[in-house]
């Protein structure tokens, strides 16, 4: 049976979506909503695509709401270095639903930055990349708009969420919280820091590709390697200016044509 509604939470990656989703997960729900969250997903969805009926309880009624949140049904960290081209791959099933889509968008320097180096973490060396591709997060909600039709969609900057975040959960839930977990257990890797990477590219090209992955976690969970030096940004200043004003001007298109926390 149908959900009266379908809150589709997408991240994207690198936007605290590990954080929101262990409040979610550990949040006290109201009656008539059921959240699912990113493993269920990936296991029921990413890995067989059956659509919304393998992972929705037997008891739902017509008149509930699912929530649920994953940032990989837009595609992994890679894909999301082209700003996630084919979002239909995981998300066709949900056309005939009512849904409601909220996504965060992040200034590109540190969006881009931060998924280079996740990506690292699961796939060979890619360079990082120089510019914005497919039409960036405004591309990226017309595709959305194109493959689901219907939706509602909410968006928020990053930017916002650390003085903002009970409010956007309480949109991501649609409403549907009853007591909010007084925090997150966030993310439990270590990020990876300037040191790490650095010694990552020195590195990289004495093992293959399909290894390199393996080579990054091992330099992650290395103690004298971690440090304390920052997180890895990879840009210059001018690379920083350039992405970061296409950001705001991407982010005034959003505003004129989408439901956007101001």
């Known amino acids: 049976m149908a959900p009266a509604l379908l809150c589709l939470h997408l991240g994207v990656h690198k936007t605290a979506t590990t954080y929101i989703q262990s409040v979610l997960e550990r949040s006290d729900w109201r009656e008539g909503y059921f959240y699912i969250g990113p493993w269920v997903s990936r296991e029921s969805i990413i890995s067989r695509d059956p659509g919304l009926a393998d992972i929705v309880p037997d008891v739902i009624r017509r008149d509930d709401i699912v929530v649920l949140s994953d940032e990989n049904l837009l595609g992994n960290a890679a894909a999301g270095l082209a700003f996630y081209p084919r979002p239909e791959r995981h998300l066709a099933w949900a056309r ?17 930055s931060s998924a280079w180096v996740e990506s690292l973490r699961h796939g060979a060396f890619r360079p990082q990349a120089r510019k914005v591709r497919n039409g960036g997060y405004v591309g990226l909600l017309e595709r959305l708009e194109r493959l689901l039709p219907n939706a509602d ?93 296409q950001f705001a001007t991407d982010l005034e298109i959003i505003k004129s044509r989408y439901r956007i926390l101001r």
């Open 153 to 245: 969609f909410f968006v928020w900057n990053y930017a916002s969420f650390r003085d903002r975040r009970d409010e956007i959960l309480d949109r991501i839930s649609s409403h549907g919280l009853a007591k909010l977990a007084v925090d997150g257990v966030g993310d439990q890797r270590p990020s990876p820091s300037c040191g790490v990477v650095t010694t990552y590219l020195q590195l990289r090209n004495l093992v293959e590709g399909p290894k390199q992955a393996e080579l990054m976690k091992k330099l992650i969970s290395n103690q004298n390697i971690r440090g304390n030096e920052g997180k890895f940004n990879g840009y210059s200043e001018e690379d920083r200016r350039v992405l970061s004003q």
């Open 96 to 112: 005939q639903l009512k849904v409601s889509i909220c996504l965060c968008v992040r200034d590109y320097a540190d969006f881009l």
